[in-house]
Structure formats: structure tokens, C-alpha cells
């Protein structure tokens, strides 16, 4: 029943079991703080979580037991003898993320105290639109079974696994429309759940640029509980996070802000005027779309002309960052984040937009203070990690936790 051997030879079940009791909640409310605030002694844990010492011991005896945290030396914050510091322990447990992109698949996974453990790009053979999503679906499965593998070859059992997918989403995992790679419901959890043979085993599918925001909240240093990510790579899509939740929406369709139209009926839409790849045929006289999946190359190419001087590329540049300062704007005054993160291929050329999307941004943003932008650190697989950090995420929050014997 999902059991896997370790290398000290315990046996680890990866089937979850519900906190549904105020113990329960008390072991999330332990994991929270020190993923939050790294190792900590238990008399630390206490004053911190409110909770009394003697609840603390008994809870981090069970977290040590279960191996989700581990003992790792004295910590010195506190006058007199100094306690023992916990952290969390990633040699159990692992969570996988796989991101979906028109031409090619990434996998990634993390240990459960979060470190990264692999990180592959899998190239398309051909593009999903032209082959169809069984070849693509059959693509997946191969990556989801070889980093599952992996991640058990290493001694971890899988504690879940989330494909990060442009497009619609539904919330069961169903991809409703993704015009990047060309599907239309098409059932993608049931045959990845199927093919690893593990009926417990959490996986689900979601919208790449929510995935995106969870990273860029856990792993951005940006701590912030209301934040938005855009993300460009597949058209312009929004993710959403909302007093500490990602906004789903009632059928999991949120952030679609590359329809939105500016301007009256038959006006051009978002993503007509600030889109990657409208600014690549603006930009890039000899650009041709029909010839290359990867916008990569030539959002590189355009920062490179944008660093000499290129006084078109500079206009393009300047006229995308003002329309999509403008879908920006509707944004802020919708959701009121404290901050918007340029994801994706827009990090890289965020330095050049960012001035006139905020100039936009402050004449239509009426709040004190304003929205800052920036851009994300997290690369091209930002979706992947957030894919694999939700699997924690659901530990932290008392929604699951392993249980070894």
C-alpha cells in the first residue's frame, strides 16, 4: 500500500492521514515556523508559536520520529545552556513539479526541507499543437516515472507531484483550453496518476502562473500575503495570491489578463500589444514565429540590442512596458497586491519595462503608497518548483502528513 523502503531500513507509507485534531494542528503549526524561520531550539519554537514547552517536546518527538525534522546541534540564542536546534529533515521525503512549455517539459524536485534535489528539461520532439497531446501526455508520463525513480533511488518516498500547465485549468485536472499547446479538454491527471501506480500518491494539475506565485512567495524572500505574478512565456496570465491563498476562482480560470482589450469592440487585447511575442515581431524585423517554439533566443537577443543603444528595440520596449503597465493597473486595483513579480521571459527584460509600466501603474492606481514591481529571480521553471513546493505547502497547513513506521 505505497510503501517504500529507506536506507536504515525503515518503511515509509506515503498515505496521508487528515489533521482533524488540534494535535494535528499544533505538528503544522511547528513545520510552519521553521520553514519559516529556519533551525530554532524548542524553547525558541515555544515562545515564538505561543505554544507551552511541554507541548513543543512532545510534538517535535513526533516530528523527529516521523522524520520530517531532525536535531542539529546546539543553537546559541538564549542566555545559559543552550538548547538544541531543530530543522526540518529532507532525507525521507521528496515532492516533484513538472512544468509543461510548447517546447518542452521540465521536472523538478525538492526534498522536504527544500532543497533542490534535480532539475531536467525534457525538448519536444516535435510541438504539442502538431503532435497532438497523447504523444505530449506519453512524454510527461516517461519524465513523471524517471524523477519519481530517482527521488526513490535517493532513499525518498514522493509525497506528491503537480504538473504546471498554460492555460485553463480545472480542479480535476482537466485542461480545458491551453492555446499555447493547443489542447482543449484534454484529462491529464488521470493518466499521470494511473502510470505511477501509486493509488495514494497526491498528484495534481494546475494553472503554471498560480504555481509561479507560490514559489515566488516561498522562496523569493518577498513574504508578502498579497502578491500578483505575470507570466509571458505562453501568453499573459496572472497568478493571484490573496491574503496568503492563491485565487482559484469557481472553476479554477483565474489570471487570463492577455484577453482583456483596451479600448472599444475589435480593439487589440493585452497580449496584442504587450505580449513576448507581439514585441518580438516589433522589435525584431526578421523574427518568425512559425519557425521556433522557444521565444528564449530571442528575448535575449532583443536585451542585447536594448544594451547597445537600438533605438527601435528601446521604442518596443518602452510601448510594451506602457500597455502592460496598463493591464498591471487592472490588476492592482482589482486584487491590491503589495507587489507584482515579472515572471518568465519578462524578467529578463525587465529593466525596460518596468519604468514605464510603473509610470502607467501610478496614473491609474489611486492607493497611498503605489504597487512595486519586480522582477523574479526563479527563472524559466519558476511553475516547476511551485509544483513541487504545494506538496509541502499541504504539510505545513495540516492538510496531510506522512506516516512512517
Given at each position: 500500500?505505497?510503501?517504500?523502503?529507506?536506507?536504515?531500513?525503515?518503511?515509509?507509507?506515503?498515505?496521508?492521514?487528515?489533521?482533524?485534531?488540534?494535535?494535528?494542528?499544533?505538528?503544522?503549526?511547528?513545520?510552519?515556523h521553521l520553514r519559516t524561520n529556519g533551525p530554532?531550539?524548542?524553547?525558541?519554537?515555544?515562545?515564538?508559536?505561543?505554544?507551552?514547552?511541554?507541548?513543543?517536546?512532545?510534538?517535535?518527538?513526533?516530528?523527529?520520529?516521523?522524520?520530517?525534522?531532525?536535531?542539529t546541534g546546539a543553537s546559541g540564542n538564549r542566555?545559559?545552556?543552550?538548547?538544541?536546534?531543530?530543522?526540518?529533515?529532507?532525507?525521507?521525503?521528496?515532492?516533484?513539479?513538472?512544468?509543461?512549455?510548447?517546447?518542452?517539459?521540465?521536472?523538478?524536485?525538492?526534498?522536504?526541507?527544500?532543497?533542490?534535489?534535480?532539475?531536467?528539461?525534457?525538448?519536444?520532439?516535435?510541438?504539442?499543437e502538431a503532435a497532438g497531446p497523447g504523444r505530449?501526455?506519453?512524454?510527461?508520463?516517461?519524465?513523471?516515472?524517471?524523477?519519481?525513480?530517482?527521488?526513490?533511488?535517493?532513499?525518498?518516498?514522493?509525497?506528491?507531484?503537480?504538473?504546471?500547465?498554460?492555460?485553463?485549468?480545472?480542479?480535476?485536472?482537466?485542461?480545458?483550453?491551453?492555446?499555447?499547446?493547443?489542447?482543449?479538454?484534454?484529462?491529464?491527471?488521470?493518466?499521470?496518476?494511473?502510470?505511477?501506480?501509486?493509488?495514494?500518491?497526491?498528484?495534481?494539475?494546475?494553472?503554471?502562473?498560480?504555481?509561479?506565485?507560490?514559489?515566488?512567495?516561498?522562496?523569493?524572500?518577498?513574504?508578502?500575503?498579497?502578491?500578483?505574478?505575470?507570466?509571458?512565456?505562453?501568453?499573459?496570465?496572472?497568478?493571484?495570491?490573496?491574503?496568503?491563498?492563491?485565487?482559484?476562482?469557481?472553476?479554477?480560470?483565474?489570471?487570463?489578463?492577455?484577453?482583456?482589450?483596451?479600448?472599444?469592440?475589435?480593439?487589440?487585447?493585452?497580449?496584442?500589444?504587450?505580449?513576448?511575442?507581439?514585441?518580438?515581431?516589433?522589435?525584431?524585423?526578421?523574427?518568425?514565429?512559425?519557425?521556433?517554439?522557444?521565444?528564449?533566443?530571442?528575448?535575449?537577443?532583443?536585451?542585447?540590442?536594448?544594451?547597445?543603444?537600438?533605438?527601435?528595440?528601446?521604442?518596443?520596449?518602452?510601448?510594451?512596458?506602457?500597455?502592460?503597465?496598463?493591464?498591471?493597473?487592472?490588476?492592482?486595483?482589482?486584487?491590491?497586491?503589495?507587489?507584482?513579480?515579472?515572471?518568465?521571459?519578462?524578467?529578463?527584460?525587465?529593466?525596460?519595462?518596468?519604468?514605464?509600466?510603473?509610470?502607467?501603474?501610478?496614473?491609474?492606481?489611486?492607493?497611498?503608497?503605489?504597487?512595486?514591481?519586480?522582477?523574479?529571480?526563479?527563472?524559466?521553471?519558476?511553475?516547476?518548483?511551485?509544483?513541487?513546493?504545494?506538496?509541502?505547502?499541504?504539510?505545513?497547513?495540516?492538510?496531510?502528513?506522512?506516516?512512517?513506521?
Amino acid at each position: 500500500m505505497g510503501a517504500h523502503p529507506h536506507g536504515d531500513g525503515k518503511m515509509t507509507d506515503v498515505r496521508t492521514m487528515g489533521f482533524t485534531d488540534v494535535r494535528a494542528t499544533n505538528l503544522a503549526v511547528v513545520l510552519r515556523h521553521l520553514r519559516t524561520n529556519g533551525p530554532s531550539s524548542r524553547a525558541a519554537i515555544a515562545a515564538s508559536t505561543g505554544l507551552n514547552k511541554a507541548t513543543v517536546s512532545s510534538l517535535t518527538s513526533d516530528l523527529i520520529d516521523q522524520r520530517l525534522l531532525r536535531e542539529t546541534g546546539a543553537s546559541g540564542n538564549r542566555i545559559g545552556r543552550p538548547g538544541t536546534a531543530l530543522t526540518l529533515d529532507g532525507s525521507a521525503f521528496a515532492a516533484i513539479g513538472l512544468q509543461v512549455a510548447a517546447d518542452r517539459i521540465t521536472a523538478l524536485a525538492v526534498d522536504f526541507a527544500g532543497d533542490q534535489l534535480l532539475l531536467w528539461h525534457r525538448a519536444f520532439t516535435s510541438p504539442p499543437e502538431a503532435a497532438g497531446p497523447g504523444r505530449a501526455i506519453s512524454a510527461i508520463i516517461a519524465l513523471a516515472q524517471r524523477a519519481a525513480t530517482r527521488v526513490r533511488q535517493q532513499g525518498r518516498s514522493v509525497l506528491g507531484l503537480t504538473i504546471a500547465v498554460p492555460g485553463l485549468v480545472d480542479d480535476r485536472g482537466m485542461v480545458r483550453l491551453s492555446p499555447a499547446l493547443g489542447w482543449s479538454d484534454v484529462d491529464l491527471r488521470g493518466p499521470v496518476a494511473g502510470s505511477l501506480r501509486q493509488p495514494d500518491l497526491v498528484v495534481t494539475v494546475s494553472h503554471q502562473a498560480i504555481l509561479a506565485a507560490l514559489a515566488e512567495r516561498q522562496r523569493a524572500a518577498l513574504a508578502e500575503d498579497n502578491l500578483v505574478v505575470v507570466t509571458g512565456a505562453a501568453g499573459i496570465e496572472a497568478g493571484i495570491v490573496v491574503d496568503g491563498r492563491p485565487l482559484h476562482g469557481a472553476r479554477g480560470f483565474t489570471g487570463q489578463i492577455g484577453r482583456l482589450t483596451l479600448g472599444p469592440a475589435g480593439s487589440p487585447t493585452l497580449h496584442d500589444l504587450a505580449g513576448i511575442e507581439p514585441l518580438a515581431r516589433r522589435a525584431l524585423p526578421g523574427f518568425d514565429p512559425e519557425s521556433l517554439t522557444d521565444l528564449g533566443p530571442s528575448v535575449e537577443q532583443i536585451s542585447v540590442l536594448a544594451r547597445s543603444g537600438d533605438a527601435g528595440v528601446l521604442a518596443a520596449l518602452r510601448d510594451t512596458g506602457r500597455h502592460l503597465g496598463q493591464g498591471l493597473a487592472i490588476l492592482a486595483n482589482l486584487a491590491d497586491p503589495s507587489v507584482i513579480v515579472l515572471g518568465d521571459h519578462y524578467a529578463t527584460l525587465a529593466e525596460w519595462l518596468i519604468p514605464p509600466a510603473e509610470a502607467e501603474l501610478a496614473g491609474h492606481t489611486p492607493a497611498p503608497g503605489g504597487v512595486r514591481v519586480v522582477a523574479s529571480e526563479l527563472g524559466l521553471h519558476a511553475a516547476a518548483l511551485g509544483g513541487a513546493l504545494s506538496h509541502l505547502d499541504r504539510v505545513d497547513h495540516g492538510r496531510s502528513i506522512p506516516v512512517t513506521a
